[in-house]
């Protein structure tokens, strides 16, 4: 049983495009969040979103949304997609929104653009 | 700007013997730092984590050392096996912070050698 899903697993597109990653988790999480991880290897937080508030890392461009249609769901949107925008994405999810709960993440995206 | 710092993107020791991972951080609003293990193509996996208020977690296998004045910390894998071969990530964050996610630091490359 998959705690948290992400699908797809690889994404390959071409500049400009606008893409949706979907990620699911069946912890009955409150939180989930979307990573990525860029070619230096960093994980950087994009957003958080439970059910009353989404938290925007203030460096990640408009273009990319989060869209969460239930409690379950959080799937990540990407506007004319950039060559930079090329990474890992993982989705991760929490009990509560304190951070003090182990994060659980997904297996990953990996998005080429090109 | 890297608040959680690896140093060390690899590390090789011989199975059986002690594994020490380091980490330090730069943030000193940082209180909760966790230890996260990574296969190829698959998502970060919850190892072990320490509160600010605690010196030393220990689960297994596994310790976590933290030393708050020198804003560092260690994870200790002792025995070392060959299992244990994989990215371990530090991560930390600032409980006060809500869901902010976590800041992770580049990783480092365990090898665990017959």
């Known amino acids: 049983d998959t705690a948290v899903s992400q699908t797809p697993k690889y994404l390959v597109t071409q500049m400009g495009n606008d893409k949706s990653i979907k990620c699911e988790q069946n912890?009955?999480?409150?939180?989930m969040y979307w990573y990525k991880q860029d070619s230096k290897k960093f994980l950087k937080i994009m957003f958080s979103y439970n059910n009353k508030e989404l938290i925007i890392n203030e460096t990640v461009p408009n273009r990319f949304s989060p869209k969460s249609p239930d409690k379950a769901h959080l799937n990540l949107h990407i506007n004319s997609l950039e060559l930079g925008d090329s990474a890992v994405y993982f989705c991760?999810?929490?009990?509560?929104?304190?951070?003090?709960?182990?994060?659980?993440f997904g297996p990953g995206t990996r998005l080429l653009v090109l | 700007d890297q608040q959680v710092k690896q140093n060390s993107p690899s590390l090789s020791v011989q199975e059986g013997r002690i594994s020490i991972l380091n980490c330090d951080y730069t943030?000193?609003?940082?209180?909760?730092f966790l230890w996260y293990k990574k296969y190829p193509a698959e998502g970060p996996t919850f190892l072990i984590s320490?509160?600010?208020?605690?010196d030393k977690n220990e689960d297994g296998r596994f310790t976590v050392f933290l030393n708050k004045s020198a804003k560092h910390l260690s994870l200790h894998i002792v025995p070392s096996q060959p299992g244990d071969s994989a990215v371990y990530f530090c991560a930390a964050f600032y409980s006060g912070g809500g869901a902010d996610g976590l800041t992770f630091g580049k990783g480092t490359h365990l090898i665990i050698q017959p």
């Open positions: 991760a999810s929490s009990q509560g929104n304190s951070n003090q709960e182990t994060q659980y």
């Open positions: 320490i509160s600010s208020i605690k």
């Open positions: 912890l009955g999480h409150d939180t």
């Open positions: 943030n000193s609003m940082f209180d909760y």
